[in-house]
T-cell receptor, first 118, second 115 residues
Framework: GAGVSQSPSNKVTEKGKDVELRCDPI?????LYWYRQSLGQGLEFLIY????????KSGLPSDRFSAERTGGSVSTLTIQRTQQEDSAVYLC????????????????FGPGTRLTVT | AQSVAQPEDQVNVAEGNPLTVKCTYS??????LFWYVQYPNRGLQFLLK????DNLVKGSYGFEAEFNKSQTSFHLKKPSALVSDSALYFC?????????????WGAGTKLIIKP
């Protein structure tokens, strides 16, 4: 089956413009995560969706960042009025989240979108 | 507070030698532990996990990791390193009582294997 896909793979934008990044999770995965990774650095958690529950937005760095997940599947991360410090690789991951019992909790990552703000 | 530590920013190993990438954690209860690898310009790939059972778990590419509850560690190991193992390695942990399924991530360790 297909893995997590993200588009575009690369995005160059001018400072002040809005950008939309897309994530298609693995079919059937109810949990979806967005992370940001600066060059050679660790993962910075941004936002988490689980089923129909309200998303955990605790990692969003500012109100310029927002995300939605339509129909429990595809997610879009939007950055408004981009700044140069937004330049990074944005990673999406999905996982099969089941309450109770032993299940597969590992996250499966997409290839990422490299965002460059000039 | 729950946390994961990867005490080494970088590990250098000669090809053919054994390698160890260290990870320690602090969580409530029995943890679920994971290792991921990120090759240059690639997304993260799942390597292995410990949920329950045998403390020694084997994963992809000949890697293994040992869960040590008393030392709260989950070090990644490989008996004989390959140049192609050079990558960024991340340890992650989840507390099973955590209902939101999020992983807590280490900062990553850059592994360099020299020929």
């Amino acid at each position: 089956g297909a893995g997590v896909s993200q588009s575009p793979s690369n995005k160059v934008t001018e400072k002040g413009k809005d950008v939309e990044l897309r994530c298609d999770p693995i079919s059937g995965h109810t949990a979806l995560y967005w992370y940001r990774q600066s060059l050679g650095q660790g993962l910075e958690f941004l936002i988490y969706f689980q089923g129909n529950s309200a998303p955990d937005k605790s990692g969003l760095p500012s109100d310029r960042f927002s995300a939605e997940r339509t129909g429990g599947s595809v997610s879009t991360l939007t950055i408004q009025r981009t700044q140069q410090e937004d330049s990074a690789v944005y990673l999406c991951a999905s996982s099969l989240a089941i309450s109770g019992g032993v299940s597969s909790y590992e996250q499966y990552f997409g290839p990422g979108t490299r965002l460059t703000v000039t | 507070a729950q946390s994961v530590a990867q005490p080494e920013d970088q590990v250098n190993v000669a090809e053919g030698n054994p390698l160890t990438v260290k990870c320690t954690y602090s969580v409530s209860g029995n943890p679920y532990l994971f290792w991921y690898v990120q090759y240059p310009n690639r997304g993260l790939q799942f390597l292995l996990k410990y949920i329950t059972g045998d403390n020694l778990v084997k994963g992809s590419y000949g890697f293994e990791a040992e869960f040590n509850k008393s030392q709260t560690s989950f070090h990644l190991k490989k008996p004989s390193a390959l140049v192609s193992d050079s990558a960024l390695y991340f340890c992650a942990v989840r507390a099973p009582a955590d209902s939101n399924y999020q992983l807590i991530w280490g900062a990553g360790t850059k592994l360099i294997i020299k020929p």
